[in-house]
């Protein structure tokens, strides 16, 4: 997969930000899929690990955003990301909302969210746009 043309980086909270943005392929073991359901949020493990944000398939072209969370993120708070990738000459775009919790004890990880660009059905594809924006919900299963 090519990856070129405007990139627009997400809109970082203080301790949960975007450190990279990257072209891959879905993982032989495909990653488990993070919530998109408001209230019932993905439990962040108290390790670095990898989500996938839609539909995904072992080998697909994927767009991966890495995320760092740091020490000063609030415990059991419910984070909204929307992702949002334009694809193509005439660009096919396809947004997804994903929702995940903060741990207990918050740490230094990092988190790698993996779009599957084959679900947009473009087999060789140049991305043009990727943006992610963050918000925290004012409480688990409260969010806009």
Same mark, same amino acid.
């Given at each position: ?9 997400? =809109? ?26 408001? +209230? =019932? ?30 020490? +000063? ?19 096919? =775009? ?28 473009? =087999? ?21």
């Amino acid at each position: 997969m090519a990856a070129s043309g405007a990139s627009v980086n997400m =809109t970082g909270l203080a301790h949960w930000y975007q450190v990279q943005e990257l072209t891959s392929t879905i993982p032989a073991t495909v990653p488990a899929r993070v919530s998109t359901t408001v +209230g =019932t949020p993905t439990m962040l493990p108290m390790a670095s690990t990898n989500y996938t944000i839609n539909a995904a398939t072992a080998g697909d072209p994927a767009v991966v955003f890495v995320v760092h969370e740091t020490t +000063g993120l609030t415990t059991h708070t419910e984070l909204e990301l929307t992702f949002t990738i334009a694809v193509g000459g005439s660009p096919a =775009t396809s947004t997804v909302k994903g929702y995940v919790e903060s741990q207990a004890f918050v740490m230094a990880l990092t988190f790698g969210f993996f779009f599957d660009t084959g679900t947009i059905s473009i =087999t060789h594809a140049t991305v043009t746009t990727v943006t992610m924006t963050n918000q925290v919900c004012s409480a688990v299963g409260t969010c806009p």
